[in-house]
């Protein structure tokens, strides 16, 4: 039995604390967030601190903060952009938008508020310069979930920089300003960009019915998918670059996987006519960003291996 059934069961009762709870997991999207910690930790390991021991990495209360801080910002953005999108996620993902309905949108606000008052603290615990850091990013997804993501190129650029904002936070606290990282941050920015864009092409009914200009809305799916295909050959440079760094180890496996992925996936999008064709090509982003977390530990063979014993 599924969440919709048992609420629909309990519609006339008070529905159950632990449906509540998985129904708010839904609204924070809670694998998004484990991905993005598991992706905090491995980032710092193998390339924001390459010198750094692994026991000095995992024991670092800091990290630790700044990685907790970025669980409590990044749920209550989920949780605000779940509030504005409330009607259209009524015609873009029904089932979903049920499920989310359980835990009411008052509630919503109020662990909204709560988790970034959490957030700034344990930032402070840290410095004053966390706390401000993550002050900002809290203001900048209020001000996209409600405005910029209503408009096209503001919409799309906020939303790519937001995603890959988290990984600022510990890239500024390591100081580590290699030529790589902002290789391998371009890289991830382009895929984001791409994301966004599909997920446009998947919710275009919704959006156009909400009023939203998105590119997709606005200038047609047509243009969209010359849009994608020009940013998947972009992608491709930075895939170029960090080629050549010997640095990436095993890693390099993962780019040539990726350019072909990137291949068939233009293809499969100017093949892709209807809502289930552009959610496939979605989930394809998805693993491959998935797939690019992990393969971070493949960047040097010895340093499982040495970090472990050290």
Known sequence: MDLLEISKNNSNKKTPFYIK????????????????????????????????????????INLYFIVLSTICVIASGYIINNFYDSETDKINRPIK????????????????????????????????????????YIFLIWFYSHKLKKYPLMGLFSAASLAILPFFAVFVYYKNFSEIIFTH??????????????????????????????????????????????????????????????????MKYFFYISIVVLFLFVLALWLSKRKRNYMFLHLI????????VFSMVFIDYTVIINRLVL
């Open 21 to 60: 709870v998985l129904s708010l997991f839904s609204v924070v999207r809670g694998y998004n967030i484990l991905l993005i910690v598991i992706a905090q930790y491995l980032a710092s390991i193998f390339i924001f601190s390459p010198e750094k021991s692994l026991r000095y990495v995992l024991l670092d």
């Open 285 to 292: 982003l998805k693993l491959l960003i998935f797939a690019g």
């Open 185 to 250: 941050a371009a890289f991830l920015f382009f895929i984001l960009l791409i994301r966004e864009l599909i997920k446009d092409l998947e919710r275009i009914k919704g959006d156009f019915v909400q009023n939203y200009q998105t590119i997709a809305v606005k200038y047609g799916e047509h243009f969209t998918k010359i849009l994608i295909s020009f940013l998947v050959l972009l992608t491709l440079n930075p895939i170029y670059f960090l080629l050549r760094y010997p640095e990436i180890g095993g």
């Open 97 to 136: 938008s049920k499920i989310d309905a359980i835990v009411s949108q008052k509630n919503k606000l109020r662990f909204y508020f709560l988790l970034n008052f959490i957030g700034v603290v344990i930032a402070f615990l840290v410095s004053w310069r966390a706390a401000l850091f993550f002050s900002v």
